[in-house]
C-alpha cells in the first residue's frame, strides 16, 4: 500500500527480443482487454486511465519506452484523485497490465505481432486528418482549468451550478457581504435556511440555501469536492437528472436541517454534495451486484444512461416475477 495524498506505484517490466512499436502494440491490446481507456499514445510510450468501479477510484496507468531500452520499459501507477492510501490499487494495476501483455504475447505469432507493429507504424507517420486535429484540439480545451466551468455536450449541469454557486457569491461580495465571514443578516437576506422564517412561508429558503456560501473558504471547499463527483456522476446519470439530483438533496438535507436544527442558519451546497457522492456510491454497489450475480456484460458501464438504465427491468423481474404480470396490465 502507498500512502500519500496521490499514491503511485512505479516498477520496470522486460520484454527482451522486442522493438519499441510491438511492446507498445501488446500495451494497447492489453489495455482492451482490462478495459482500459486510451488517453495518450506516442512513441516513447502510452497513457491509460482506468475507470472508476467499485474495485478502482480511478487510477492514470502511464508505460513509458526509451530509445534503446532493450525491451526494457517503465510503468507507473498513480490515483487520479487525492487519498491517502490506496490499498495496493497501483501495484495490482501494474501486475495486471503485465500479465494481460504476457498472454496477449503467447497469443500472437511473431508474423502477426510484426504486422500489428508496422500498422502502427504506419499510423504514426501519417499527416493527421481534420477530424483527429479536431479531437486534439478538444482534448487540449478539456485539460485546462477554464474547461470546468464551460458547459459542453455532456458535461453540461456540473459547469453550470458551479456557475450559479460563484455568481452568487460575486453578487453578495459586490453588494457588501463580508467575503470570509458575512454576517447573519447578510445570509438571511440571501437566502439562507432558518425554521422562523423557512416555516413560517418562505419555502423558498430551502432551496435558495443550497447556493449560498457562508464565505470564500466554504465556497472554495465545496466547489473543489462538487468538481469531483460531478466529472464522474453526470457521465453516468445524465444532465438532466444531474440538475434534478443536485436539487432533490439540496431540498431533503434542508428539510432535515430544519427538522434537527430548526433555530440555525444553514448555507451551502453541502448537504446536495453529499446526496451526489451518496446517489454514486449506490450506482458502484449497484453496478458490482449485476455484474457478480447477474452476469451483465463488461461493456454495461460503457453504454449511454438512458441505456445502461433499461437494464434495470429486468433486475427487477429476476427478483420478483410479480412485476411482471403488473407490467403488463398497465401496458
Not at 490499487?89 to 508474423?111: F, G
Not at 455532456?154 to 455568481?167: K, R, Y
Request: charged residues 20%; aromatic residues 10%.
Amino acid at each position: 500500500m502507498a500512502f500519500r495524498l496521490r499514491p503511485l506505484h512505479e516498477d520496470t517490466l522486460q520484454f527482451a527480443g522486442l522493438s519499441n512499436t510491438q511492446i507498445l502494440i501488446l500495451a494497447l491490446e492489453a489495455s482492451q482487454k482490462l478495459e482500459w481507456n486510451i488517453e495518450e499514445l506516442t512513441h516513447e510510450g502510452v497513457r491509460f486511465d482506468v475507470p472508476m468501479s467499485i474495485k478502482s477510484h480511478g487510477e492514470e496507468i502511464t508505460v513509458s519506452i526509451q530509445e534503446g531500452s532493450d525491451g526494457e520499459i517503465s510503468v507507473r501507477s498513480q490515483s487520479i484523485a487525492m487519498q491517502l492510501v490506496d490499498y495496493g490499487k497501483n501495484r495490482k494495476n501494474i501486475q495486471s497490465l503485465q500479465k494481460a501483455m504476457e498472454e496477449i504475447k503467447s497469443t500472437l505469432s511473431p508474423e502477426e505481432l510484426e504486422q500489428k507493429a508496422k500498422k502502427l507504424e504506419d499510423d504514426f507517420n501519417r499527416p493527421l486528418t481534420e477530424e483527429e486535429e479536431a479531437y486534439l484540439k478538444e482534448i487540449e480545451k478539456k485539460s485546462s482549468f477554464i474547461s470546468f466551468f464551460i458547459p459542453r455536450k455532456g458535461f453540461i449541469a456540473t459547469p453550470i451550478l458551479m456557475d450559479l454557486n460563484l455568481l452568487i457569491f460575486i453578487l453578495m461580495v459586490a453588494f457588501g457581504v463580508g467575503i470570509l465571514e458575512p454576517s447573519t443578516l447578510a445570509l438571511l437576506n440571501w437566502g439562507a435556511d432558518f425554521g422562523p422564517l423557512t416555516l413560517t412561508g418562505d419555502w423558498w429558503r430551502a432551496v435558495t440555501c443550497n447556493f449560498v456560501h457562508i464565505g470564500a473558504f466554504h465556497l472554495l471547499m465545496n466547489m473543489y469536492a462538487f468538481i469531483y463527483i460531478g466529472i464522474w456522476l453526470e457521465h453516468l446519470i445524465g444532465t438532466r437528472r444531474m440538475f434534478v439530483s443536485y436539487l432533490l438533496t439540496g431540498l431533503c438535507s434542508a428539510v432535515f436541517s430544519l427538522y434537527m436544527h430548526a433555530e440555525t442558519i444553514s448555507a451551502g451546497a453541502s448537504g446536495s454534495i453529499f446526496g451526489l457522492y451518496g446517489i454514486f456510491l449506490a450506482f458502484l454497489l449497484l453496478q458490482f451486484h449485476l455484474r457478480l450475480h447477474l452476469k451483465l456484460p463488461d461493456s454495461y458501464l460503457h453504454t449511454p444512461p438512458k441505456q445502461r438504465l433499461g437494464y434495470i427491468p429486468p433486475v427487477l423481474l429476476h427478483y420478483h416475477p410479480q412485476i411482471e404480470s403488473c407490467s403488463r396490465y398497465h401496458q
